[in-house]
Nanobody, 130 residues
């Protein structure tokens, strides 16, 4: 089993920055996809960013259009962690941010699909004040 634990959420003013982290434990995989999703009150959970990895191949990063250029996803295999650096935050970014893991490399845009992921964290709240 894989456990995902998010941390680093909090309250920040518009224009500020925040980094959320996801620590993974349990089974490890030579190929995987780690994703960040978010859910604002009254809205559906939506894709934010994903990073895919396979042994011997470069990582690929993907972003939702609403965050591209402001958010950066990165991973640290040695620490079994993935991070989401969020800059130029806007009140519209306020949501619970969830980390997700798929036990394979996802292709063809499926990294943006909730059902493609096998494991989920409990989420961390990010609030951006105006």
């Amino acid at each position: 089993q894989v456990q995902l634990v998010e941390s680093g959420g909090g309250l920040v003013q518009a224009g500020g920055s925040l980094r959320v982290s996801c620590a993974a434990s349990g089974r490890t995989f030579s190929s995987y996809t780690m994703g960040w999703f978010r859910q604002a009150p009254g809205k559906e959970r939506e894709f934010v960013a994903a990073i895919t990895s396979s042994s011997g191949r470069p990582h690929y990063n993907y972003y939702a259009s609403s965050v591209e250029g402001r958010f950066t996803i990165s991973g640290d295999n040695a620490k079994n962690a993935v991070y989401l650096q969020m800059n130029s935050l806007e009140p519209e970014d306020t949501a619970v941010y969830y980390c997700a893991a798929a036990e394979r490399r996802l292709y063809g845009g499926s990294w943006a699909t909730l059902s493609a992921y096998d494991h989920w964290g409990q989420g961390t709240q990010v609030t951006v004040s105006s």
